[in-house]
């Protein structure tokens, strides 16, 4: 019976009427978790930016129900950054909603001297400017503020970060699963 049987699967395999192709290739599988249980986000944000030979990163950090917002200027050139400003101003924080309506800015309300001025920042250094919205105010603006944005003023880069939040979730974790198939030859049948 086995001698029968090996001549009849190699004539099936031989004159069967799909056509099949080889190739090589590799695959890679993917899985990563889509939601999960306990917070969703922490209570910080942070954006970071390359412009030229300047690095400018914004952190947004939420505590103990106020929001606190730091831009770090670095200049890792080997000459000094400088910025001419037309008023005593250096820095701005906004904070908008989730239509790019402005809800809040540090500068609002401030007087800044009149003057043309300068900042620079020293080769290899860095510049922090920091914001803090106290709880009181942060409250008021909260369940509506999306993304906070911080800029040196007079130059050419703002960058910006989505607001921290803090969200409970208590539901089962959804994972996604998918491959990415590469390779050489043909991958459908005629």
Same mark, same amino acid.
């Not at 670095?74 to 909603?97: V, W």
């Given at each position: 019976?086995?001698?029968?049987?090996?001549?009849?699967?190699?004539?099936?395999?031989?004159?069967?009427?799909?056509?099949?192709?080889?190739?090589?290739?590799?695959?890679?599988? +993917?899985?990563?978790?889509?939601?999960?249980?306990?917070?969703?986000?922490?209570?910080?944000?942070?954006?970071?930016?390359?412009?030229?030979?300047?690095?400018?990163?914004?952190?947004?950090?939420?505590?103990?129900?106020?929001?606190?917002?730091?831009?770090?200027?670095?200049?890792?050139?080997?000459?000094?950054?400088?910025?001419?400003?037309?008023?005593?101003?250096?820095?701005?924080?906004?904070?908008?909603? =989730?239509?790019?309506?402005?809800?809040?800015?540090?500068?609002?309300?401030?007087?800044?001297?009149?003057?043309?001025?300068?900042?620079?920042?020293?080769?290899?250094?860095?510049?922090?400017?920091?914001?803090?919205?106290?709880? =009181?105010?942060?409250? =008021? +603006?909260?369940?509506?503020?999306?993304?906070?944005?911080?800029?040196?003023?007079?130059?050419?880069?703002?960058?910006?970060?989505?607001?921290?939040?803090?969200?409970?979730?208590?539901?089962?974790?959804?994972? +996604?699963?998918?491959?990415?198939?590469?390779?050489?030859?043909?991958?459908?049948?005629?």
């Amino acid at each position: 019976m086995r001698k029968t049987l090996i001549p009849l699967l190699l004539a099936a395999c031989l004159f069967s009427p799909t056509t099949t192709y080889a190739g090589f290739g590799t695959g890679i599988g +993917i899985s990563f978790p889509a939601s999960g249980s306990g917070t969703v986000s922490s209570g910080s944000t942070y954006a970071a930016l390359q412009y030229e030979a300047l690095v400018e990163e914004l952190s947004l950090t939420e505590k103990s129900g106020q929001l606190v917002m730091e831009l770090k200027v670095s200049n890792n050139g080997d000459t000094p950054y400088t910025a001419s400003h037309r008023n005593g101003q250096i820095y701005d924080f906004i904070i908008s909603d =989730k239509n790019g309506k402005k809800i809040w800015q540090w500068s609002d309300g401030m007087a800044f001297t009149q003057a043309l001025c300068t900042t620079t920042i020293a080769p290899h250094s860095f510049e922090v400017y920091t914001a803090e919205l106290d709880s =009181k105010a942060y409250r =008021k +603006i909260k369940d509506n503020a999306v993304l906070a944005t911080a800029y040196i003023l007079d130059t050419p880069c703002r960058l910006s970060a989505r607001i921290p939040t803090r969200t409970a979730a208590k539901s089962t974790p959804v994972m +996604i699963h998918g491959g990415v198939i590469f390779g050489n030859g043909r991958w459908v049948d005629d």
